[in-house]
């Protein structure tokens, strides 16, 4: 019975693990603000979260750049992207718009598939909010389905068990 909820503890563990935010290093300071990059890798889906915008606040993004080593930018380009500034390449996705932005989709920009570390290794992020002030950006990594459904199994099995000792 020990043995069983050791496995389970260890794969709630494990799949928890995979939901962790990242950290994508880049040129601002700690004390910056926090945008957050949202990546799903089962469709290469990117998108962006301005925590301004979901505080009701008005601090919109004016330049938004990532930079992939590995080339990862392979998707279709985003229809958002059509500035005279604004460039999708497969090692560069950059936007810049004077009046700013907030949470923005930029669809499947990325290629599917890319995992955690790799990702969080890969980007270098900068920007800049309108108003000044750089941004600093976290990775949200969108867990698999398979991951999920590896959490729900667990929460079931811990719950069977502490029945079975009620």
């Known amino acids: 019975m020990r043995k069983i909820q050791f496995v389970l503890s260890l794969t709630l563990a494990a799949c928890f693990s995979c939901i962790a935010n990242a950290q994508i290093s ?10 957050t990059l949202v990546y799903n890798p089962a469709d ?6 301005n925590p301004y ?39 560069k996705l950059f936007k810049l718009d004077p009046a700013g932005f907030d949470d923005l989709d930029f669809g499947p920009a990325m290629a599917p598939g890319i995992g955690k570390d790799v990702l969080a290794q890969d980007l270098k992020v900068s920007g800049s909010f309108l108003g000044g002030g750089s941004l600093e950006v976290d990775l949200m990594y969108v867990p698999e389905p398979s991951s999920m459904v590896m959490i729900g199994l667990g929460l079931i099995g811990l719950a069977s068990i502490r029945r079975k000792r009620s």
């Open 26 to 35: 880049t040129d601002g300071k700690l004390d910056d603000d926090i945008v």
């Open 53 to 91: 915008e979901a505080a009701g606040e008005a601090k919109p993004v004016t330049t938004l750049e990532a930079v992939s080593a590995g080339g990862y930018f392979t998707g279709t380009r985003p229809p958002q992207l059509t500035g005279l500034f604004d460039v999708f390449s497969a090692t």
């Open 44 to 49: 290469g889906n990117l998108s962006i979260a």
